[in-house]
């Protein structure tokens, strides 16, 4: 193999546990104008392409903003926009009369006709060569004006009264992707121009999406040295809007940070505000372990918890290149799923990173087995974190003492407090199926 081969080989198995946690989950797209107009939105159709093939199932929110601009500005109409406060998003809102909505109406129906085009390609030796997708738009949104605000008459401006999650959730179950525009539709037969960033955040939450995904031109939320912040959760970035409105007022970065904590605080379980400059940006923060943009969370995105039979296969996949390496005793998957209730995990972004179990005796004492960090995760102070949450678990029991027996890794457990004990100092039960083959040593902790 040559090195890019193998680069790419790692790659691809490092990024497995996420396809798999991916498999099922919802995710809302935010593309705005901005983005359907740059250069590299075929690029990034074809990542929405490959998430699509690999069973997640996409809603895709586009904008108009620029191309609007545009054709009111080409049709002698002056576009309007007045400061405001929309759902708790500070945002410039059109004010849309009746000539400028049907300005609107042409743009936004040639736009959606243009990204069903690119999702319909399938030419051979191009990414999406055989994907065959499906694109579903409907009358999913319902919309009421927005009204007169401070003595200012939006028009046809209007806000999210409703979404129609239930026919969502069809379409996606049916394998499409669901495209939604800026536009949405009262009971009246009326059409209003929403705010693109309204639309999309209604429908992440009314579907309780597993991921709100933000295209903006910037690689992320930026610090103030400008470079990209990897993670916030909605503490921080609170805090961190709050800074931005007393010292910049209104800025797109400033509406995306605030979209991701609305979304969070409503029970969409992650935000991410990516590139849409970016060529891969998509493919990088979903499946690379420190991504390329912002991840906005309601907590912090790495979890310490008990284990489930539904954390069976991801703890596999952390333990077996240990198993094969003789560091750990080999467990079957049928014995994994008899004793998940003995296992803490620390969960990553879907992806099991940590592991370890601990096993009651008849003597008052307690095993601490297989015990293990995914590689690229070590060092970080994560195998402590399980040693702590487990120590908890033993105390709590009313255990007297803990044990444990390894092959390669002693003087971590020392380091720990573990003192060198014999096979003399094992239960009875343990003593008898003690394994003289791996003559592992044994260590003993006071409780």
């Given at each position: 193999m040559?090195?890019?081969?193998?680069e790419?080989?790692k790659?691809f198995?490092q990024?497995?546990?996420y396809?798999?946690?991916y498999?099922g989950k919802?995710?809302?797209?935010l593309?705005?104008?901005e983005?359907?107009a740059?250069d590299?939105?075929y690029?990034?159709?074809?990542?929405?392409t490959l998430?699509n093939?690999l069973?997640?199932?996409l809603?895709?929110?586009?904008?108009a903003?620029?191309?609007i601009?545009?054709?009111?500005?080409?049709a002698?109409?002056?576009?309007?926009?007045?400061?405001?406060?929309?759902?708790?998003?500070?945002?410039d809102?059109?004010?849309?009369?009746?000539?400028?909505?049907?300005?609107?109406?042409?743009?936004?129906?040639?736009?959606?006709?243009?990204?069903?085009?690119?999702?319909?390609?399938g030419?051979?030796?191009?990414?999406?060569?055989?994907a065959e997708i499906?694109?579903?738009?409907?009358?999913?949104?319902?919309?009421k004006p927005?009204?007169?605000?401070?003595?200012?008459?939006?028009?046809y401006?209007g806000e999210?009264?409703?979404?129609?999650a239930?026919?969502?959730r069809?379409?996606?179950?049916?394998?499409n992707?669901?495209m939604?525009?800026?536009?949405?539709?009262?009971?009246t037969?009326?059409?209003?121009?929403?705010?693109?960033?309204?639309?999309?955040?209604?429908?992440?939450i009314a579907?309780?999406a597993?991921?709100?995904?933000i295209?903006?031109?910037?690689?992320?939320?930026?610090?103030?040295?400008?470079?990209p912040?990897?993670q916030?959760?909605?503490k921080?970035?609170?805090?961190?809007?709050?800074?931005k409105i007393?010292n910049?007022?209104m800025?797109?970065?400033l509406?995306?940070?605030e979209?991701?904590v609305?979304?969070?605080?409503?029970?969409?379980?992650r935000?991410q505000?990516?590139?849409?400059?970016?060529?891969?940006?998509?493919?990088s923060e979903?499946?690379?372990?420190?991504g390329?943009?912002?991840?906005?969370?309601e907590?912090?995105?790495e979890?310490l918890r008990?284990?489930?039979?539904?954390?069976v296969?991801?703890?596999?996949e952390l333990?077996?290149?240990?198993?094969?390496a003789?560091?750990?005793v080999?467990?079957?998957?049928?014995?994994?799923?008899?004793e998940?209730e003995?296992?803490?995990?620390?969960?990553?972004?879907?992806?099991?990173v940590?592991?370890?179990?601990?096993?009651p005796q008849?003597?008052?004492?307690?095993?601490?087995a297989?015990v293990?960090?995914?590689?690229d995760?070590?060092?970080?102070?994560?195998g402590?974190?399980?040693?702590?949450?487990?120590?908890?678990?033993?105390?709590k029991?009313?255990?007297k003492?803990?044990?444990?027996?390894t092959?390669?890794t002693?003087?971590?457990?020392?380091?720990?407090?573990?003192?060198?004990?014999?096979?003399?100092n094992?239960?009875?039960?343990?003593k008898?199926?003690?394994?003289y083959?791996?003559?592992?040593?044994?260590?003993?902790?006071?409780l």
């Amino acid at each position: 193999m040559t090195l890019d081969t193998n680069e790419y080989v790692k790659w691809f198995r490092q990024a497995s546990p996420y396809i798999n946690a991916y498999r099922g989950k919802v995710f809302v797209v935010l593309l705005p104008g901005e983005a359907l107009a740059h250069d590299n939105f075929y690029n990034i159709a074809h990542d929405l392409t490959l998430l699509n093939s690999l069973g997640v199932k996409l809603v895709l929110v586009h904008g108009a903003r620029p191309q609007i601009e545009a054709a009111l500005k080409a049709a002698g109409l002056k576009g309007k926009t007045h400061d405001d406060i929309q759902g708790q998003l500070h945002i410039d809102l059109r004010i849309t009369d009746g000539a400028s909505l049907e300005q609107i109406k042409r743009v936004v129906g040639t736009l959606r006709i243009e990204v069903e085009a690119v999702f319909s390609m399938g030419l051979p030796n191009s990414p999406m060569h055989g994907a065959e997708i499906n694109t579903a738009s409907g009358n999913y949104i319902v919309a009421k004006p927005y009204g007169v605000h401070n003595g200012v008459d939006y028009g046809y401006t209007g806000e999210v009264r409703k979404v129609d999650a239930d026919a969502i959730r069809k379409q996606l179950d049916a394998g499409n992707i669901v495209m939604q525009s800026n536009l949405g539709y009262s009971p009246t037969g009326e059409v209003f121009n929403l705010t693109v960033e309204e639309v999309a955040a209604s429908i992440a939450i009314a579907l309780q999406a597993d991921k709100l995904l933000i295209y903006a031109e910037e690689s992320g939320i930026l610090d103030e040295d400008g470079e990209p912040i990897s993670q916030l959760n909605a503490k921080e970035a609170e805090a961190l809007i709050k800074d931005k409105i007393a010292n910049k007022g209104m800025d797109m970065e400033l509406l995306n940070l605030e979209l991701g904590v609305k979304a969070c605080k409503a029970g969409v379980k992650r935000a991410q505000v990516i590139s849409y400059v970016e060529d891969g940006a998509l493919l990088s923060e979903l499946f690379t372990r420190d991504g390329s943009g912002t991840l906005i969370t309601e907590e912090k995105y790495e979890q310490l918890r008990g284990a489930s039979i539904d954390d069976v296969g991801g703890i596999i996949e952390l333990i077996e290149p240990l198993e094969a390496a003789g560091v750990l005793v080999e467990r079957s998957r049928e014995l994994l799923e008899n004793e998940i209730e003995q296992f803490t995990i620390i969960e990553r972004e879907g992806m099991i990173v940590a592991c370890g179990a601990l096993y009651p005796q008849d003597d008052g004492s307690g095993e601490l087995a297989c015990v293990a960090t995914h590689p690229d995760y070590r060092d970080n102070g994560r195998g402590q974190e399980i040693l702590d949450a487990i120590t908890k678990q033993a105390k709590k029991a009313g255990l007297k003492s803990m044990f444990v027996l390894t092959t390669k890794t002693p003087h971590w457990f020392v380091e720990r407090g573990f003192a060198e004990g014999s096979i003399d100092n094992l239960p009875e039960k343990k003593k008898s199926l003690y394994n003289y083959q791996r003559k592992s040593k044994i260590f003993i902790k006071k409780l």
